[in-house]
T-cell receptor, first 116, second 109 residues
């Protein structure tokens, strides 16, 4: 299957600082990337859909000013958690979908964010 | 009612057992059905992907979709300790999947 690389795999930051997470599709061009959040023993909750060259589409209840998404190229999307708080601590996962119909999305390995 | 229901388990089975994992859903518009395996602190890995009712087999894994009952299953034959993980079902109308909460599977030697 296709490879999606997510970096970093874990990060610890202080409250009030910002953290950037990168998601790269290594062997295909991804016109659409997705960002999820997963709490322990819970399902993946879609935060936003990122389209190359346009603004991200955020799910209801997700603060767009807090979770900044940039999809600057066909192989890279970034999620920046701004002014992080301890309640933002979670597992963040991206996925990328190759172009075309009926194509499945491939997931990155996830980033565990801990805000102290 | 959630769109996708999945028992979180844990489901504990002995090595070699046949495992049955299930999800139900309420949205009849779902057309694509997936099963993912997720190890602890890792991203999900796609196991099976179908877009029709019926069975699909891949090695020790069989995915079953019953659209009339809004019920999907994943069967694992000859389960191994390395199969211990969380299994997430997912389904979608277009290309944005809705996930179940995952079932934790433990295969003990």
């Amino acid at each position: 299957g296709a490879v999606v690389s997510q970096h970093p795999s874990w990060v610890i930051c202080k409250s009030g600082t910002s953290v950037k997470i990168e998601c790269r599709s290594l062997d295909f061009q991804a016109t659409t990337m997705f960002w999820y959040r997963q709490f322990p023993k819970q399902s993946l909750m879609l935060m936003a859909t990122s389209n190359e060259g346009s603004k991200a589409t955020y799910e209801q209840g997700v603060e767009k000013d807090k979770f900044l998404i940039n999809h600057a190229s066909l192989t890279l999307s970034t999620l920046t958690v701004t002014s992080a708080h301890p309640e933002d601590s979670s597992f963040y996962i991206c996925s990328a979908r190759p172009p075309g119909e009926n194509t499945e999305a491939f997931f990155g390995q996830g980033t565990r964010l801990t805000v102290v | 009612q959630k769109e996708v229901e999945q028992d979180p388990g844990p489901l504990s089975v002995p090595e070699g057992a046949i495992v049955s994992l299930n999800c139900t859903y309420s949205n009849s518009a779902f057309q694509y059905f997936m099963w993912y395996r997720q190890y602890s602190r890792k991203g999900p890995e796609l196991l099976m992907y179908t877009y029709s009712s019926g069975n699909k087999e891949d090695g020790r894994f069989t995915a079953q979709v019953d659209k009339s009952s809004k019920y999907i299953s994943l069967f694992i034959r000859d389960s191994q300790p390395s199969d211990s993980a969380t299994y997430l079902c997912a389904m979608s109308r277009s290309y944005i999947p809705t996930f179940g909460r995952g079932t934790s599977l433990i295969v003990h030697p």
